[in-house]
């Protein structure tokens, strides 16, 4: 615990204009951004007596090791610096709202030749127009059920439409009416282009337009005697009125507008919004925060707006945003939104009428909305807490282990060698900063020495770390490495990946600091480089922060092997613990007989739900590199020949095998191939000749292929191999 006199500003650097703050801790990671008006009272504020602060607050500036800043011109630039580096930063004493769910949009991929209405979730993407977000996906689809019938869009995926238009034949819904076909040239691709808009017009609330001229449709057919199609038109008709009873209206005025509402205690505040367009709920999202300082209702709010719109632009920022409480200042935050927008936009409190009631049937699902994730969460926090404390009971600890990193092996008899690292922050999975590993430090299958080879890398690379920052001086305990690559041992390309295709987080974070133009200062006031060109940039590095605890899959030898590994290194304090599959012992350096917990045990089931999940990872990192090395094919040797013109390839000779037996001008006949590529496919071909064939010496047969049997690249593949029958992963 840092004392905040250690690291506070000399009187007179702190400038006393705009600006954005940021405190860090002993190992330089961002632990919280503020913005001010006046940086040099603001932060005076966090240098007071301790007693006097907010308990949150007391626990930040006793974490921080130091403070530093950034000068900006304007509020408003200040306001959309803070974003970013929250953003960026993930910092862990920041105000951060966690959606309670991922809440699924009615989205159209306008952005395609024949656009599409399905069902979407998470980031949004460019030139997909979406509404909602909805509660349930069921919601989504009752409405677009209905809806169908009047518009009949696109809804199949890529694959159903190219098989659709290469055997001329349309899915059910083509059949019944609810899709126009394109896939078979009902339609034409502008045809179906305005049927798409027609229901994004429909869906943004312009709903009588289409009413009334399917009234006029059906006077005209029952004037003629058209009397099925009047039939149809009024069924029609009576689908349209049922999607819009789904979305009552609640603002008689056809407003477009957000409703903010904010339920909040001393702990924990819940924010609720609802997303009226043309007079009607079209969506509603919920977020539930925990109060690390402390903060009024108006900090909430913003903290919520930014949130909301900080990555969206034009419509969707709505003319008008109504909320509990304003900001403190308002006029730079709805300087902010007018400049998302692109228009002026209206950030009050509403007084009286339908938007008043309307926000106070809002503030009712904020406050049931923190009721109910208290009920849960004290659920969760209790079970966790206990099992940290039975953990660091069983195994001998000073205190319960708060990051808890698992290591696991898998292979196929010896075959594609990987690991795993997964890292348990507080009890709970932290996804981003799991990682994974090839084992290249020697061929073949030895769990104990591949994790003695992933321990040091590992920790060869924190140490390495350390180094840079300075908290670790002495050259030896490993840090050079003996194998070569310099300072820890760098984990570069194959050596060490991210996490399964999810964004780095917080740990791994690419992209600039800042926005160029802000001066940089330290607490001393003296500049530092630009953002993203130092090492120490404030960023969390891969391997930067140690765990209390290191559990491995594995029996004695395995925690020997990594106990092993952290004393090569000289580290020291931190513990090692492996949990054996068989018994579900829990096994420590140096002990010849198990900890056994009881079956009941809530440490136990948590040690369990780790190892479980590095196992998981690391085998769905094995099968992906097994189906990929299955998978491969000499042309994938062959520079700029691209997935399209391997298919190519393939199709026009009908196999690998014929390929290999074409000459050059062959070759040459498919489209796009020119004389230089097929002669670098020859030779490619030829260097990966296939071995002779096998023949049974019992026999004489010669064994050939089963037909049928080949691979995406063309290969055969023999469909009994023993090693796949046999083989197990581990």
Known sequence: MADPS?????????PDSPGVYRFRDEHRRVIYV???????????NYFQDL??????TRSMVTTAASVEWTVVSTEVEALQLEYSWIKEYDPRFNVKYRDDKSYPYLAVTMNEEYPRVQVMRGHKKKGVRYFGPYAHAWAIRDTVDLLLRVFPVRTCSAGVFKNAARTGRPCLLGYIGKCSAPCVDRVSAEEHR???DEFCDFMTGRTQTYIRRLERQMGEAAEEMEYERAARLRDDIEALKK?????????????DADLIAVAEDELEAAVQIFHVRGGRVRGQRGWVTDKVEEITTGALVEHALQ?????????????EVLVPALPDPVEPVQEWLAGRRGSGVSLRIPQRGDKKALMETVQRNAQQALVLHKTKRASDLTTRSRALEEIADALGLDSAPLRIECYDISHLQGDDVVASMVVFEDGLARKSEYRRFQIKGFAGQDDVRSMHEVITRRFRRYLAEKEKTGEWTDGENGVGGEDGRGGAGTLAGPDALT????PAGPDVLTGPEAPAGPDVLTASGAPVAPAGLTEDDGRPKKFAYPPQLVVVDGGAPQVAAARRALDELGIDDIAVCGLAKRLEEVWLPGDDDPVILPRT???LYMLQRVRDEAHRFAITYQRAKRSKRFRSSPLDDVPGLGDTRKQALLKHFGSLKRLRSATIDQICEVPGIGRKTAETIVVALARSAPAAPAVNTATGEIMEEEPGTMGSSGEPVRTGAPDERRGQET
């Not at 250690?6 to 702190?14: H, N, W």
């Not at 503020?34 to 005076?44: T, V």
């Not at 949130?307 to 003319?319: C, F, I, R, W």
């Open 601 to 603: 045990s809530e440490g």
């Open 6 to 14: 250690s690291y506070r500003p000399k009187p007179g650097e702190i």
């Open 194 to 196: 305005e049927l798409a």
């Open 51 to 56: 007693a006097g602060l907010h308990p949150r």
């Open 34 to 44: 503020g913005k001010a008006k006046s940086l040099r009272q603001r932060l005076a």
């Open 499 to 502: 996490g399964p295709g999810a």
């Open 307 to 319: 949130q909301l719109y900080g990555e969206e632009t034009g419509d969707a920022v709505p003319k």
């Open 243 to 255: 999607a819009m009873e789904k979305n009552a209206v609640v603002l008689a005025d056809a407003t």
